[in-house]
């Protein structure tokens, strides 16, 4: 079982930079792949970024491509999201997930475990 707990979403205006934070339970945190997604009112909720269980591999929606950055510290047992350039399509909650498989995929069903999400808001 793992427990995931997003932090450090808030207003920003666009343009701005907000780094997320994803607080994982468990010894195994390293064995997980790690996904970063987001849902905005009305919408489905859409892939984001995701990390290979060693850091070694990312891969981007092309949404964010460039703009965002996914990375880990595997001693703190915590995934981030940079966030940077941000603008007002951004605006959703973002939730970080947890793939026991490994497979850092970009699809929702790949994943075991969310956590409860944290809101971003971007202002024009």
């Known amino acids: 079982q793992v427990q995931l707990v997003e932090s450090g979403g808030g207003l920003v205006q666009a343009g701005g930079s907000l780094r997320l934070s994803c607080a994982a339970s468990g010894r195994t945190f390293s064995n997980y792949a790690m996904g970063w997604f987001r849902q905005a009112p009305g919408k489905e909720r859409e892939f984001v970024a995701t990390i290979s269980g060693s850091g070694s591999y990312t891969y981007y929606a092309d949404s964010v491509k460039g703009r965002f950055t996914i990375s880990r510290d595997n001693a703190k047992n915590t995934v981030y999201l940079q966030m940077n350039s941000l603008k007002p399509e951004d605006t959703a909650v973002y939730y970080c997930?947890?793939?026991?498989?490994?497979?850092?995929?970009?699809?929702?069903?790949?994943?075991?475990?969310w956590g409860q999400g944290t809101q971003v808001t971007v202002s024009s």
């Open positions: 997930a947890a793939d026991g498989g490994g497979r850092a995929a970009s699809y929702t069903h790949a994943y075991d475990y």
